[in-house]
């Protein structure tokens, strides 16, 4: 009637280390389906990109509150925006040397409260956007530090 027998009450560690295994193959295939890198890179450009338009939407309509001028006490230079010199866009109370102050929309945060940064800039003065004109006088701003090969640009 009674057995002798033991009768198991758990698991074998080979049992256990196999769960291990199986789970840990998993997680590495979901995590190189997810690209984590790309997907932080995706984010940031988004960022850029509503900064780049949040700034020239905030210059379009200094302009058109100042009849066609445009925002700061020098002028912003004539050119392609990525590659023309001199034309980063000043951050928020920075002493602004060799870069384009566009003070004149913070103030009194009437078309917007402080300049955006971009999340890859280093510069201590500049937002890491820039701004230029071209010949007709159209405004554009871009975000050269965007990753993985995309281009940010907005012209009005």
Known sequence: ???NRKQSQGF???EILLVVAAIAILASIVIIAINPTKQLGDTRNATRRIDAKTILDAT???SL???GALPGPGTIPTGNCTSTAGN???RTG???AGGIDLGALTTNEKYITAFPVD???NNATGTGYKI???ANNRVSVCAPLAEQGVSIYFTR
């Open 132 to 134: 230029s004109k071209t």
């Open 119 to 121: 999340p890859s800039s």
């Open 94 to 96: 920075a002493a602004c």
């Open 65 to 67: 509150d100042n009849n």
């Open 12 to 14: 074998t560690l080979i």
């Open 88 to 90: 980063e866009i000043c």
């Open 1 to 3: 009637m009674f057995s």
């Open 60 to 62: 379009y309509q200094y």
